[in-house]
T-cell receptor
Framework: KAGVTQTPRYLIKTRGQQVTLSCSPISGHRSVSWYQQTPGQGLQFLFEYFSETQRNKGNFPGRFSGRQFSNSRSEMNVSTLELGDSALYLC?????????????FGPGTRLTVL | AQSVTQLGSHVSVSEGALVLLRCNYSSSVPPYLFWYVQYPNQGLQLLLKYTSAATLVKGINGFEAEFKKSETSFHLTKPSAHMSDAAEYFCAVSDRPTSGSRLTFGEGTQLTVNP
């Protein structure tokens, strides 16, 4: 069974631009979560989607948004990029949106904002 | 709100020595606890998880962790370190019975294994 895939793997943008990252969960998984990883802040939860609905949202500004499609694939969008948005963005999928579920992580998208 | 503290951002051991990575949690309700490992340029891989079935949890690659409620701890151990264990390790907590898969991670511990 294929794992979680994220595209693109690397991305370079400039301040003020917007970016869209994509995540394809493991087949059959309906929950997708997004995390931001930076050296200073560590791993921080962005949001979670289940059955095309946002179930949880972390403490990030409205510039960060996401959505989930009927096939469970998810995208996250960051508008008006800032230098501090440079990070590794990790997507994780699980069967259902429950706290005991194991989450399977993708390799991440490395975003660099210049 | 739940939180996780990992004591020691860097741990160095010799190959064949005991690995002990410390994790303490804070949660208002009995939590679910997880240990993940991250190798360079990769995502996170689950090592083991505690969901109250047993306090001593065995995971992959010879790792295990013991849930101690009285100490609010969930330390990760491995009897004998291997060079391939060098990576960053994250402890995470998920509140229950909250719906959703949201994880709160510790700061991470970088494990170095010396030959």
């Amino acid at each position: 069974k294929a794992g979680v895939t994220q595209t693109p793997r690397y991305l370079i943008k400039t301040r003020g631009q917007q970016v869209t990252l994509s995540c394809s969960p493991i087949s059959g998984h309906r929950s997708v979560s997004w995390y931001q990883q930076t050296p200073g802040q560590g791993l921080q939860f962005l949001f979670e989607y289940f059955s095309e609905t946002q179930r949880n949202k972390g403490n990030f500004p409205g510039r960060f948004s996401g959505r989930q499609f009927s096939n469970s694939r998810s995208e996250m969008n960051v508008s008006t990029l800032e230098l501090g948005d440079s990070a590794l963005y990790l997507c994780a999928s699980s069967l259902v949106a429950h706290s005991y579920n194991e989450q399977f992580f993708g390799p991440g998208t490395r975003l660099t904002v210049l | 709100a739940q939180s996780v503290t990992q004591l020691g951002s860097h741990v160095s051991v010799s190959e064949g020595a005991l690995v002990l990575l410390r994790c303490n949690y804070s949660s208002s309700v009995p939590p679910y606890l997880f240990w993940y490992v991250q190798y360079p340029n990769q995502g996170l891989q689950l090592l083991l998880k505690y969901t109250s079935a047993a306090t001593l949890v065995k995971g992959i690659n010879g790792f295990e962790a013991e849930f101690k409620k009285s100490e609010t701890s969930f330390h990760l151990t491995k009897p004998s370190a291997h060079m391939s264990d060098a990576a960053e390790y994250f402890c995470a907590v998920s509140d229950r019975p909250t719906s959703g898969s949201r994880l709160t991670f510790g700061e991470g511990t970088q494990l170095t294994v010396n030959p």
